[in-house]
């Protein structure tokens, strides 16, 4: 069944080694801090599958000094795409990124027509929060924020609501009260569009935020709203979820974080969570149990989003580890 | 934040596309069928970490025509260790794998000093079972095995015991009872050395085989005995872990399937799981409970090893998803 | 905040004890082996909640000498409803079954307008499978009874294709095939009728049965069909539910067991359970997965039923712990 | 099987009712808001198992006008030991809970030997936190504070640190900073006793605080600390455990909350939950999962406290749901 194997283990491969002081050091070195490095640059790839892409990425990547530090694919056989996160340190990589883009567009975008998308890690990106009414995944984002766990600048948060602008002030953050009404719809969304705009926003948490979002936001914003929905979806989408998973009797509650699309509830979900529940619960037991996996479903797909490990397409995400 | 961007939708994409009959075709065999290739060459490397492993052995596959359907890596940064796992499908491929290998040592695994194996994925391996007195993870794999979700040969089964003659018989399976006394062991290991010999057996799994695994047994299939340790290790090592379980009060219980080695239920870890219990769970409760996640854990540990998806080093696993 | 309290330790009250010698003798036997009672009798009740219930069971109980070995309870608030489930050792207990029943609807049932239940545990139940063509539920089921982890008996088997025959044959199980073909449904469910009450049929589970069960049978099994549904209702109902997961792109997949009632798919949930994917799950891959779980779910909706520990009302359940 | 059965639907109990009113009033009321009284007693009973407990306890309580509202108990036969919670609404309460607790003395804790605890539900319990550097877990419960979510008082927080102040400050509560060096314990701990005595604190938790609890203050909080461990208990016991994990390559890690003990890290475990990782996580990537899984395991252990649902018996807790 093994066509070859030259097997060795571990303790034979460091005394086979010629460097061997290095790898003495980087042994001491285990178990003391990470080292990963964190001066990186990150590029997302999706193209018809072919052969020979990898190769081709790899290679250019190579010749120009980069150290990989992460690289993970996924082909989707059933409609022939192909994705790739490529994530490489750049202290002795030889272009700058504007260059890369160059001679990455000439060599490989084109040939195999690629979308694509290239971030510098170290950069932090300007998150805007909407909220309502509900204090709990908004604390929890801002209690992230404030332990280091979101490493990302919070400028602005938005509400069509007032009581949680004592909360905003907690933890110093600007704190703009939008109130909705039938009739100002419009004019709301274009200041929310001008405030984005000023406040050089990246992208959009809701936090439970009880409006409908505008098409134009979610234009502007594309693939970059991240809404928490209090079920478990596709199961009781719309309103009262937790009223309907008591009247149907689930033994399994959960919530799910999406991007916004113009379709309510039914955007390209990037992570979900569970549960386990019983006829004990009521609907506020429901409430407050759905809450915390509310809290820690949207943490991990803001997570996501801050990492670039999340790509779209057909309706769906990729999510790299 | 981002340097340059050029995204278009999924829609947008296939309209561009030249090779639209391809896709479109693609498209209508979208939700009928996994078009997964099975004719594949799987190949394992660890190696110290430097750069440019990947666009070295990616290029190789490239140069000889391989559709490369998978590859995954990881970095050790703590230990400076690389791993990859990567698939191709061998229908284009130009060498056969023979050749493939003498080519593969001379371009790569010299250059960065590589630990590694080659599988060919359609060949079936050869599986034997030990077992003694409890049924309930022979016959978990033995009906995987008859629906096919384990594509594996099981040529035979050893146990110290006659107890489950009879189950092995119901599937057709030849079972082997060698007694183990406490003087007879060297004498039976000699036996079951020269049985797994004789019926070529690849790997073996010991689905809760209540003896002692000799060293010559261990020695000879380094890294191919995968055992089923039925608590979370490392808590409650040793005999008896539901007693001490229910003694200790936890609230949740597990599993462990990990390969044997010299020191008792310290081996590399494959796989495990857990589910919660609470108080009114008896001794009795527990071992229920807990043989229904022994069962999943070690069909999860056997299909990973048969996958060919599992690395070890430093007493650790890499498991490829 | 505590009004009242005497705390003494677990130590202190032993030596405080008068029949000290029993409980030392207690302690000896602690964890050698489970003493739960095997002879015993279950009551499920349900009524309009009001004070004095449990009081007035547990008094009945008491007088007649019944040592009660479980007690549990619940009232839903939201509707005003009561629910228990008591379970004494019938070694001590004064009457018959009969008698007690005849007490109980006097002093019990008419004071507070109760629907309920009386079993005696240690009879064996008799149940019939329905299959069609997937064997996993099927075999797992089998495997259970053979451990005897399903204390239940299988007279019968009942299947709509051939292809499972061998499967109950290696078990020693009848098997009866029954065809559907679009002209003899009412036919073959009078067969199926007179089969079940041949074989003195408890309860059926449906271990993937691939037909639509006619509503004379659920008539006359009313919460006494157990059915496996492939996925985490109420997402994904009908046809195909693990297609329609791949298309949505859902982050975990589950599996449903409810009774069946002539509204599809939408019978009182007894059991669900959930297991993370992602988007490297084909079609293929999310079946595969997805089996394990229907396999578990249904395993463990099966032994709740057993056990008597499900009440069914408001197209919902309560199973007790 | 059945020796007797008046099964009749749901709809045909509710035609039946006399005092149809009532429960239609109550179907009107359902899914808008939870009817749990709050007003209650909570009554938590350790003895030797024997016959009529539940009765005794049951009947006194219905003479004295009490509507019972929660009900659970267990026994564990392995010991011979019988727990009970047990909840009742104090609106028509015909007497108050001194005089209950001198009638509950003579006619029930005497006869069975019981130890006991008797609260009142709608007290707001007095929580001190001790906190060191490590803001995630303090954070949490701050924030659950603010919702509403730990319907509790923090009248202090004592750390051995300054680090944590400003966030202290932020909610609004009073921080002491006691500072531990190796000559000081004996002191500090009668200044942490005489604090704790000035606020009028009910029980404690330890938001990952970094010193070992002295002695004294273990006795005068005698299962009333709380800690939280960032292991799976018994599982990587001590200093590092998620260094430990990482050594070990355990697929699953998780946190364990318990009650505080002489022996370090061994008291009765309330809550325990985990998390899946592999061999991709960094120890730093084990950190931040793990410091999330703290957090809910703690803020779900201080609910279980603060709601009288845990018992401690024989270094294991029953926790009633």
Known sequence: MMTGQTLCSFTQLQN???????????????????????????????????????????????????????????????CGMFFMRVEWDLEHFSVDLNDFQTIFIHESVRKFMM??????????????????????CFLDLLSRWRTGDLAVDIPL???????????????????????????????????????LEEYRIDFLVLARYMQIVSPPLIERYHNRIINIHHSFLPGFPGAKPYHQAHTRGVKIIGATSHYVTEELDAGPIIEQDVQRVNHSFSIDDLIRTGQDIERRVLARAVLAHLEHRVLCYDNRTVVFS
């Open 16 to 78: 086979m080694l010629q460097g061997r002081e290095t790898l003495q050091h980087a042994m001491l070195l285990c178990y003391t801090s990470s080292m990963k490095p964190q001066n990186t640059a990150v590029l997302l790839i999706q193209c018809p599958d072919r052969d020979g892409i990898i190769a081709n990425v790899t290679a250019l990547l190579s010749r120009l000094g980069a150290n990989i530090v992460y690289l993970d694919q996924h082909t989707d056989h059933e």
């Open 115 to 136: 979308t694509w998308e290239l971030h510098r890690h170290k950069d932090k990106q300007r998150m805007a929060i909407f909220v309502s009414k509900y204090a709990h």
């Open 157 to 195: 948060v938005i509400s069509n609501h007032e009581d949680l602008q004592k909360d905003a002030k907690l933890f110093g953050i600007p704190f703009i009260h939008l109130k909705i009404t039938p009739t100002n719809h419009e004019e709301q969304t274009t200041e929310q569009l001008r405030l």
